[in-house]
């Protein structure tokens, strides 16, 4: 019976997803789910990762966080296939992911990778972009389309006729972006892909990541150390030591604290800051806030002096 | 050492239709023994500025002098091997850098190359593994089976070995996590002060400006568009963002505050135990007053 199952994925794959990518209600699953998967490196007597389960519902941004060599990264590479769990099972798009399914799913799940220098081919923008659209055989008229839209739609259109390695670290992770968008995608995976930017640059990336979350509906997983840009997330997953530690909506994973902190991640700086001084007996209420928020909530206590 | 900047300018691809102008008029002087940061958006001349610190660029106009040698257009490059032993560049990903077949190797080959014989590179080789934090059974391994933090201590650890006087650091913690970043920053305060190095910083991190740094530097367009303290360059956060640079958030939130509370806090707030005593005394004395 066993076999039976990925082929009849592979015949049905297109007509079950294509319903659900029109947002029907046909299927109740969600986009992703992963149930007790395990993996251990070759060689490696230690798990990378170890008995995870999780899902991403459709439209969700949702962040992975951990220390580096918590795992966060392997399971990135389970999801489109460069590496196969041990044990347990990665549904994406209500199918197994096996070797029947893999292709299927790295059309419509999108990976940036951290190092913007790595991940270009074409000498131009344009070429780029269009690299991806020739190996999955759309027409020519169809891929001068969709990369004008691609562009468009990561601001970046001047520049379609530059060279790639000449652009910034930012301007080269939203040409990598457009390369996905191009291929419309159900998901975007970002693998630390801000981790090397200038503050400007990981502005630059997430604002349009946020954009095509909010306008477009595309699911969105990021995998960061950063919890500045993990509190952007609907929710959150930290990773500690290949397992599952914590998952919930930013405001609930900032209550952990100083249990972050001890797993080698840093706490938003207002978080912190409110938390020090709550320390220090000064009565702030707990919780999750801006800056701006915190020098409320200062006047607030500063003015009932 | 002190290094003295004198009306540099840097033209790359000089006298050629390419020619492009990454530096001019710059002026700054750092002095021996100090820890300075070098801050500017990404195209500033931060990086172009560096490696004129050890002769990597000589200028095309102006000089550099660092101690006793003055770089200028035409200093021959061979005259240079000397100001290379004493100029240390940790450059961005430095582990990239790693290719021997033992850690001891690796750090040896620089002593090596300059002469030192065989058995104090070893010797030299066992304190640094852990001054940089390394235990020494690491010395045997291949810096391939490192971590990539491993590897990036190894290779900072290569550099340490030519015992330089002057360490130049770019981006150091670029892709490590919050707890390594904070590690390699302490290592590096630590080996300043121990090692009485000058240390020069090139970062986009504003709280490591702030925190680690005697005096700070701003890049914009190819020149140096500020010079002095901490304290003094964060003072006006609107300017710095009109050059596309932020003050560190402890500074940001003293200055809400201030301007929200109708107050003047007196501390520059640069650290974040510095803004939690700020804060403390500012509501300790609203408790007196009653």
Redesign the interface.
């Known amino acids: 019976m066993n076999w039976t199952m990925p082929f009849f994925c592979l015949l049905f794959i297109g007509r079950i997803c294509n319903a659900a990518t029109q947002g029907e209600t046909i299927m109740a699953e969600p986009i992703l789910s992963i149930e007790g998967v395990s993996f251990r490196y070759p060689n490696q007597s230690d798990y990378a990762v170890q008995n995870v389960s999780f899902i991403a519902e459709r439209g969700e941004w949702l962040a992975i966080v951990g220390?580096?060599?918590s795992g966060k990264s392997t399971i990135a590479r389970m999801l489109i296939g460069l590496l196969r769990p041990e044990r347990g099972a990665i549904r994406l798009f209500g199918c197994l992911l096996d070797d029947t399914t893999v292709w299927e799913v790295r059309r419509r799940v999108g990976m940036v990778f951290?190092n913007p220098d790595n991940q270009f081919v074409g000498a131009t923008v344009e070429d780029d972009i269009a690299f991806a659209l020739e190996n999955n055989g759309i027409p020519r008229a169809e891929m001068v389309e969709r990369i004008r839209e691609a562009i468009r739609q990561v601001h970046m259109e001047p520049f379609l006729h530059h060279e790639p390695h000449r652009l910034?670290?930012g301007q080269k992770q939203r040409v990598a972006i457009a390369g996905i968008l191009a291929l419309r995608p159900d998901m975007i995976i970002l693998d630390?892909a801000t981790?090397?930017l200038?503050?400007?640059?990981r502005e630059e990336v997430l604002e349009t990541v946020r954009r095509l979350n909010c306008q477009q509906r595309i699911t969105v997983l990021s995998i960061t150390?950063?919890l500045e840009e993990a509190a952007k997330a609907d929710r959150i997953i930290v990773m500690n030591k290949g397992e599952v530690m914590a998952e919930g909506a930013p405001e609930h994973i900032f209550r952990l604290g100083s249990k972050l902190e001890r797993i080698?991640?840093?706490l938003p700086?207002?978080v912190?800051?409110g938390s020090?001084?709550r320390e220090?007996g000064?009565p702030l209420r707990a919780g999750y806030f801006t800056?701006?928020e915190?020098?409320?909530e200062?006047?607030t206590?500063?003015s009932k002096? | 050492m002190d290094i003295v900047f004198e009306k540099v300018e840097h033209v790359y691809n000089a006298r050629s239709p390419l020619a492009r102008r990454a530096l001019y008029d710059v002026n700054v002087a750092i002095r021996s023994g100090a820890y300075v940061a070098i801050v500017g958006h990404t195209g500033s001349g931060k990086s172009t500025l560096l490696q004129h610190l050890n002769g990597l660029l000589q200028p095309t106009s102006g000089a550099v002098k660092i101690g006793q040698e003055t770089i200028t257009s035409n200093k021959r490059p061979k005259q240079l091997k000397p100001l290379r032993k004493k100029v240390g560049i940790v450059f961005q990903f430095p582990e990239h850098q790693l290719f021997e077949e033992t850690v001891e190797k690796d750090i040896c080959f620089g002593p090596l190359n300059f002469g030192v014989p065989e058995e104090e590179a070893k010797r030299k080789a066992r304190e640094l593994i852990q001054l940089v934090g390394l235990s020494e059974d690491v010395l045997t391994k291949s810096p391939f089976d490192l971590s990539g933090g491993q590897m990036r201590r190894v290779a900072i650890a290569g550099v340490l070995a030519l015992e330089p006087e002057v360490l130049v650091l770019d981006e150091p913690t670029a892709g490590l996590d919050p707890r390594g970043r904070k590690e390699m920053m302490e290592m590096f305060y630590r080996l300043h002060r121990e090692k009485q190095l000058t240390t020069v910083l090139v970062t986009h991190s504003m709280e490591d400006a702030a925190r680690y740094a005697d005096e700070i530097i701003v890049m914009h367009e190819g020149t140096v568009w500020g010079h002095g303290t901490p304290e003094e360059m964060f003072r006006d956060a609107d300017k710095l963002a009109a050059i596309g640079l932020s003050v560190p958030e402890t500074v940001k939130l003293k200055q809400q505050l201030e301007k929200r509370l109708g107050v003047v806090i007196p501390s520059p707030c640069l650290t974040l135990e510095q803004t939690v005593e700020a804060i403390q005394q500012l509501f300790a004395k609203v408790s007196a007053h009653e």
């Open positions: 220390h580096n060599g951290q910034s670290g630390e981790s090397m200038d503050p400007r640059g150390h950063d080698g991640l840093d700086f207002a912190k800051m020090r001084l220090q000064i800056t701006e915190l020098v409320e200062l006047w206590l500063y002096k």
